[in-house]
């Protein structure tokens, strides 16, 4: 990476963009031909909410490189956030395709899935992203929630449990477990699950509600 890169990732980290975007035209015209230098300035223009342009700068660097990975995942991100999820995931399947392997992408894939309400092909999406990357709660959490729909309720249990571990503020997954306990018809695990989440969230609704219902059985 040129010097003028880094210098233009460290100015982006600072969030000083004016200072980045100077030195990422100057790698440009010192390397027109490098996807790289095409690839860090989509990225600037994405955060400075520049959609479009961040798209042609990303689509040059496919141009210059079929095998810039990280132009197909800029590309699906600016996409994803645009809610245009066709094209998010076929730019994210490219990055995988194309060698791409951080949880990241397959998180970013398996959510463009969800969103879209097709929990079943976001399954091992999410569960190689949990995979990948063991400290990632919400990767393994929305993984849980497919599971839950698809109704492999063990396995969601499991889940969420781990996420609850991991970050036992996460209201929604005690939640999540209070209500995975009350299908396996355990009321009292299910009111223990339930209650941690309000105390977590008291404003939780879902939780107050079932805990209520629980209550009145």
Not at 8 to 37: L, R, T, W
Not at 135 to 160: G, H, M, S, V, W
């Amino acid at each position: 990476m040129s010097d003028k890169n880094k210098m233009g990732i460290e100015a982006m980290q600072e969030g000083d963009f004016e200072k980045a975007a100077g030195f990422f035209s100057e790698a440009i015209e010192e390397n027109p031909n490098d996807a790289v230098c095409y690839v860090n300035f989509g990225n600037l223009l994405a955060a400075v909410g520049e959609p479009e342009k961040a798209i042609s700068f990303f689509e040059k660097a496919i141009g210059l490189d079929e095998e810039a990975t990280t132009a197909y995942y800029g590309a699906g991100s600016v996409y994803y956030d645009q809610e245009r999820y066709e094209q998010a995931k076929n730019m994210f399947v490219k990055a995988i395709q194309k060698g791409m392997d951080n949880s990241d992408v397959y998180f970013m894939l398996g959510m463009s899935y969800v969103v879209t309400e097709q929990p079943l092909p976001a399954l091992p999406y999410l569960q190689r992203a949990a995979e990948l990357n063991e400290e990632d709660t919400e990767a393994r959490f929305q993984y849980a929630l497919c599971l839950a729909q698809q109704e492999a309720l063990d396995e969601a249990i499991k889940q969420f449990g781990i996420v609850a571990e991991k970050d036992p503020e996460h209201a929604d997954a005690f939640y999540n477990l209070g209500v995975g306990y009350a299908f396996k018809e355990n009321p009292e695990k299910a009111l223990q699950m339930l209650e941690r989440a309000l105390e977590i969230q008291p404003g939780h609704a879902m939780a107050a509600n079932l805990k209520q219902l629980l209550q009145e059985m």
